[in-house]
């Protein structure tokens, strides 16, 4: 975990991944990196938020792998899922619904399936197409962390790969063009971005 810059209540919180993705954005604002995958991400918005002020919100900017054909650019998230959570099964040992999908953003944005593993296959690509359209590894983790704080929270992503194989040296190959993208994109519709 890394942040950068001054929580404030005035000001939005930037939440990346890694620093190759936030490599072009403004210092402006406070930007935190939270390593890759679901744990690391929770554990770094959580200890973010709960040590001191808290932002006006928060916004998750980062790479997405396409699971449908045709998908290139940025976009606003509109649900997330966990892709690898057994929900069901966990509902019928317990009565109770672990994991359940979390709107982010209009309810007619693409949804985003979150996990720990890299989609770099064609058969996992595949299954997860009938549930998303990308899928990344933090996205869930951010929304359940800002959840619990009551904290508003935007998601969105760049398409980095198609989620098939090779998709690991598209993503190292085109990281900086995508850091650019994500960077541009903050700076049309971030208000606060300074």
């Avoid at 604002?29 to 959580?46: C, F, H, I, Q």
């Avoid at 892709?83 to 709107?103: K, M, Q, V, W």
């Avoid at 770099?120 to 990308?134: F, V, Y």
């Avoid at 190292?172 to 606060?192: F, M, P, T, V, Y």
Wanted: proline share 5%; aromatic share 6%; glycine share 12%.
């Amino acid at each position: 975990m890394q942040l950068t810059g001054k929580i404030t209540s005035t000001r939005p919180l930037l939440v990346l991944a890694v620093k190759e993705e936030a490599k072009f954005l403004d210092t402006g604002l406070p930007v935190l990196l939270t390593g890759m995958g679901k744990v690391n991400a929770s554990t770094a918005l959580a200890s973010a938020l709960a040590g001191g002020p808290l932002p006006s919100g928060v916004i998750n900017l980062g790479t997405a792998g396409a699971l449908r054909p045709g998908w290139t650019g940025t976009f606003p998230i509109g649900t997330v899922i966990q892709h690898d959570l057994d929900s069901e099964t966990l509902r019928a040992l317990t009565g109770e619904t672990y994991g359940a999908p979390l709107i982010v953003g209009s309810p007619d944005g693409p949804t985003l399936a979150t996990g720990d593993s890299f989609i770099d296959d064609e058969a996992a690509r595949a299954r997860l197409a009938t549930t998303a359209s990308l899928v990344d590894m933090e996205g869930y983790a951010l929304a359940a962390a800002a959840h619990q704080f009551g904290m508003p929270l935007q998601i969105v992503k760049h398409v980095s790969d198609d989620a098939a194989e090779g998709a690991a040296g598209t993503w190292r190959e085109g990281i900086a063009a995508c850091a650019r993208a994500l960077a541009d994109w903050a700076a049309q519709n971030i208000s606060s971005y300074s």
